[in-house]
């Protein structure tokens, strides 16, 4: 079977797999001239950068790199990262083998070993990140990606063997899943200390805590998912948990929600919030966890509070409008629709939510890489290869079980048991694109339906005949298992399914999962997950700068239509509407047996209303999970734009003011260079105008208003006073004279005041009302349109009330509507986008790999699209 030769990656495609996913050399005392090596260029302890190069010079431990920039660093052996594999034809060389070990004869290794560097061969198959850096590397490394362990015994010995657990997990490179509903309740009695729980939520923090101990030690990130189930006593507390500074910083979070509460929140139904009786003798053992399983034994239950289910439920809508979490597991749906529902419950899912697991289940995950199947003759879809290549990605993925290390023997045992895999899919955005499909559109929902049921024909039918082969997996009884409600679908449009397990049995209880695919996507140089583009233009940070770039598919139709916009086919997860985003993960999820990691990205104005529509429309649509991200719900954000040149409108003046202040910036890059490491921001310097503005200076006299409001923190006086009829300087006192609230009441009023007076940037105070209306503290004060939520809070209601009276007394003078607003948030300098002629607005965190922000929510979790980072991966 004739394959093809890769020559060597370029540019961060290189750089990813040699950091992440070549073999490496522990020892660089073997290192000599001519090696490809990662050299240490910035030994920042959080923010440290590697390059690629060749050693041009050795001299002891001390050597010369020429880096693939061209320029030559001093170095020495002890900063190098060694590679043993220098492009992915030796990692497929390498991977195809190991997986071809656990075939019985040597015969079928041969085999297999042929068959699988075929599909691997050219990135059809891209293999999930473990697996690509632990197969045939290391018998200590895990080949699977994440994990999700047993809700915590309630016990302090029982939290700290799940922090051990946990610990030991991800020290290994795996994420972990974790559900806090065993954890009896904030006050509760606990008699053997005679005193009380502190809590589920607070035992979430030193899960949380300890996962960013394990970041900042190690190679690469923890990730962790913290569940809740819907009947906790502490579910509101887990729902408002991030909005409290600091409890919870390192876990992403998700409720798990049953039919019934769905069902409450539709009718407007009451909803208890229970825990089983700690008195019971047998509580410590026989409590897990599962309420139904306590309640089948004849325990009691006791009732700690009634709720409107409408209440807790706007109380989520709520939190994930302002900071895009918690997310949201149909948890029932998601069981009754569980080909494991007989045997295996699932009770949480891995950090990005695209896998639901039973206790001490584990991912298993690669990704067909979907732009290697255009027929470019035909202009469709080559269906016959791609069937190939996923009937052998089914049995590459089923030798993962036999081949990878188990650290924990409870992991073997139910994977073994199970056999649970997860194929997944990269790059659908660009062979959606090579064949004019607007994703998103009708016309797509039937291209998904007819292309994910084709995969998910193609992989439980291979399972099937793996499994007449070498068996079915332990837990496998044939008519339960064709009654989970995934098999009932899939037999109904695909009967040869059903036949082919009652004639053969299953390998595999499940066998689709859509992942993300961050890190590997970037590297192969495709759209990543099930994801459309985040952007076609982006700018990336480089030693020699900042360089304006565009994703290849856009590059090839720019090369050959110079000057030509992009067609409407080629669209942005921010162009979409966030009903559409929900549209394509339904229509996928009907053809994935396990779950998707998918961000339904919403607009800066997407309201609170709108989110819980989406949010009940996920549900009705049958998905099993929901994650939105609004544009500008995080703290750090950057705006990026690209100006076309052909335009001779408004849009060339502000692309010729953004020249401009480009060059006076450079003038004095040494200062704003400071600030930037200071801030550890990365700032595109195409939107760093404002930075010249003149600052308005403060008159000697001032008049304005002073507005009482109670806040959570204790009486507030906020005096707004004006600078040429608009607002121009906020003060604040709150609290006593040198307290922690009246030091930070004061700080606030300083950073507003600089931002009302810095620059002229359009409506300042519509855009400081838009950053702090909302965000919430500790508590609240008041109700309805007299609620408090924070000292910053009641400032946005003081500018809205200052605004209104000035509108009364004096004329508002508003500014060009064709001009570019341009934001400032915190240090970080943005420019607007205009409408069908830039590139999207891009909301971005900071990246912990890089620093740069450049860190944006899809596929459910955070990805870098400067560095190639994922948190999931």
């Known amino acids: 079977m004739e394959t093809m030769k890769v020559k060597r990656l370029e540019g961060l495609s290189e ?82 083998k190991a997986m071809a070990s656990a075939e019985a004869t040597p015969e079928k290794q041969k085999e297999w070993t042929e068959k699988f560097k075929y599909i691997l061969d050219d990135w059809k198959l891209v293999p999930g990140g473990r697996i690509a850096a632990g197969a045939g590397a290391s018998d200590e490394l895990t080949l699977f990606n994440c994990y999700v362990i047993p809700s915590p015994h309630d016990s302090r010995g029982g939290i700290m063997e799940t922090l051990t657990e946990m610990t030991e997990i991800m020290s290994r490179g795996g994420g972990v899943g974790i559900n806090l509903s065993s954890l009896r309740p904030r006050r509760a009695i606990v008699k053997g200390v005679n005193g009380s729980s502190s809590g589920a939520v607070s035992w979430g923090g030193l899960f949380s ?44 979070l998700s409720v798990c929600l049953s039919n019934g509460f769905m069902k409450a929140v539709k009718e407007d139904l009451d909803w208890d919030l229970v825990f089983p009786d700690t008195d019971d003798p047998e509580y410590d053992e026989l409590w897990k966890g599962d309420l139904t399983e306590w309640k089948n034994l004849g325990k009691k239950v006791i009732l700690h509070k009634t709720v409107k289910a409408r209440e807790v439920w706007h109380t989520i809508i709520e939190s994930a409008w302002k900071s895009a979490e918690p997310g949201v597991v149909f948890m029932e749906h998601y069981n009754d629709m569980s080909n494991s529902w007989y045997f295996n419950q699932i009770i949480c899912t891995n950090p990005c939510g695209e896998q639901g697991l039973p206790a001490w289940g584990v991912c298993n995950l690669s990704a067909v890489n979907l732009s290697k199947f255009y027929d470019e003759e035909n202009d469709d879809v080559n269906w016959d290869e791609l069937g190939k290549v996923v009937r052998y990605s089914t049995r590459f993925l089923d030798n993962v079980i036999d081949t990878t290390p188990y650290h924990f023997e409870e992991n073997e045992q139910n994977q073994k048991g199970e056999r649970r895999v997860g194929l997944g899919t990269m790059g659908l955005a660009e062979l ?142 921010m162009q979409m509407s966030a009903d559409d985003h929900i549209r394509v993960q339904a229509a996928i999820q009907k053809w994935v047996d396990s779950s998707i990691s998918k961000t339904a990205n919403c607009p800066a104005d997407f309201t609170v209303e709108e989110t819980k529509k989406l949010y009940e429309y996920a549900f009705d649509l049958g998905c099993k999970g929901v994650t939105i991200y609004r544009d500008g719900s995080r703290d750090i954000q950057v ?235």
């Open 15 to 96: 750089k990813i797999f040699l950091d992440r996913y070549a073999m490496k050399d522990a020892d660089t005392n073997h290192t000599k001239v001519g090696d490809t090596v990662l050299a240490l260029v910035k030994d920042d302890p959080k923010f440290p950068t590697k390059e690629v190069g060749e050693i041009i010079s050795r001299d002891g431990e001390n050597v010369q790199v020429k880096l693939r920039s061209g320029e030559i660093v001093d170095s020495t052996i002890h900063k190098l990262t060694l590679t043993v594999e220098k492009t992915p034809d030796e990692m497929w060389d390498r991977l195809a």
């Open 209 to 252: 805590y300890t996962t960013g101990l394990i970041e900042q030690g190690g190679s690469r990130r923890g990730a962790l998912m913290l569940m809740i189930n819907d009947w906790h006593p502490d579910l509101v507390d887990f729902i408002t948990v991030k909005q409290k500074m600091g409890e919870i910083t390192n876990a992403n």
């Open 432 to 573: 959606m694109i090579k064949l004019k499909i607007r994703y998103g559109s009708p016309e797509s929902l039937e291209f998904l339906d007819k292309i994910y049921g084709f995969m998910a024909k193609e992989a439980y039918l291979a399972s099937s005949e793996i499994a007449g082969e070498k068996g079915s997996f332990t837990h496998f009884i044939e008519d339960k298992f064709l009654q989970s409600g995934f098999m009932k679908d899939m037999v109904d449009v695909f009967p040869e399914v059903g036949e082919s397990i009652k004639e053969n049995g299953m390998r595999n209880v499940t066998v689709i999962t859509q992942a993300p695919t961050g890190s590997t996507g970037t590297m192969v140089g495709t759209s990543t997950g099930i994801e459309p583009y985040f952007a076609f233009e982006y700018y990336r940070q480089s030693r020699l700068g900042y360089d304006k770039q565009l994703v290849p598919i856009a590059q090839e139709y720019q090369d050959q239509n110079p000057g030509q916009p992009l067609p409407d086919y080629y669209i942005t997860s």
């Open 639 to 873: 705006l990026s734009t690209a100006d076309k040149d052909d335009k001779k409108d408004k849009k060339d003046e502000v692309a010729a003011a953004t020249e401009e202040s480009t060059v006076k910036i450079e003038e004095s890059s040494k200062d704003l260079g400071q600030l930037k490491e200071t801030l550890k921001v990365n700032i595109d310097a195409k939107t760093e105008q404002v930075f010249d503005k003149q600052y308005i200076k403060r008159p000697q006299v001032l008049k304005g208003s002073t507005y009482k409001f109670n806040t959570p923190f204790g009486m507030a006086y906020i005096t707004i006073n004006d600078i040429n009829g608009v607002a121009g300087e906020v003060f604040l006192n709150v609290g006593k004279a040198g307290s922690d609230v009246f030091a930070m009441s004061e700080a606030l009023g300083r950073v507003c005041s600089l931002f009302l007076r810095y620059g002229d940037h359009g409506n300042k105070e519509q855009l400081l009302i838009k950053h702090l209306k909302g965000i919430g503290g500790s508590g609240a004060i008041g109700f309805g349109a007299n609620r408090v939520e924070s000292i910053a809070d009641a400032v946005a209601k003081a500018l809205e009330i200052h605004i209104e009276e000035a509108k009364e007394t004096a004329t508002v003078i508003e500014s060009n509507e064709n001009a570019a607003a341009i934001e400032v948030e915190t240090a970080e300098t943005v420019t607007d986008s205009i409408e069908n002629d830039v590139s999207l607005i891009e909301s971005k965190d900071l990246c912990p790999s890089c620093g740069s922000a450049s860190l944006v929510n899809s596929e459910g979790c955070k990805n870098c699209t400067s560095c190639g980072y994922s948190r999931c991966n």
